[in-house]
C-alpha cells in the first residue's frame, strides 16, 4: 500500500527574520516542492504561505513560524508532502514507491529479487536488488526498462558482469 505522506525535504536553516525556511529538497527539484500548497512537519499541517527557489533550495513562508526563533524550531525537520495533492508527469514515479517491489530481467521475467534501497551517488542513483545475490543496478533507461508501480514490478535489463 502507498503511503498518503511521503518525504519531501528537510529544513536545513532560516531565511531572512520573517520566519522564513530553508529547504533542501527530496525530489528532482525545488520546483517540483513549489506546486504544495500544505507541508507537514511532525504530522502538523502547515499551509504555504509563499515559496520560491533560490540556489536549488526551497525559500517558504509558513503559517504560523513568523518570526526567526519559529523557524529556526523547525530546523533539521522533514518535510512531508500529500501524494494526493502530487502531480506528476506521466511515466514519473516515487522512488519510495519502487523500495519492496519486485525485480524482474527483462525478457525472460525471471525473479531478481527485491528493491531494497536506492543509492544516491554522484553519478546518479543505483536501486539495490536482493535475491540469491546483491545486484546494483543503475537507474538509467538502458538498465532500467519499465517501473509499473500500480502492477508492482521493476523491469531490469542486466549486462554481463552484474
Known sequence: MKKRYLEAGQIVTTHGVRGEVRIRPWADSAEFLKGFSVFYIDGKPFPVRSASVHKQALIASLQ????????????GRTVMID???????????????????????????????????????PGGDVLVIRGDREILVPRVPEFIRKVDTENGFVSVHLIEGM
Open 83 to 121: 501524494r494526493e495533492e502530487a502531480r506528476l508527469e506521466p511515466g514519473a514515479y516515487f522512488l519510495q514507491d519502487i523500495i519492496g517491489l519486485p525485480a524482474v530481467e527483462e525478457g525472460t521475467g525471471k525473479e531478481l529479487g527485491t528493491v531494497e534501497d536506492i543509492m544516491e551517488l
Open 64 to 75: 504560523g513560524v513568523d518570526t526567526m526563533e519559529d523557524a529556526e524550531a523547525l530546523r
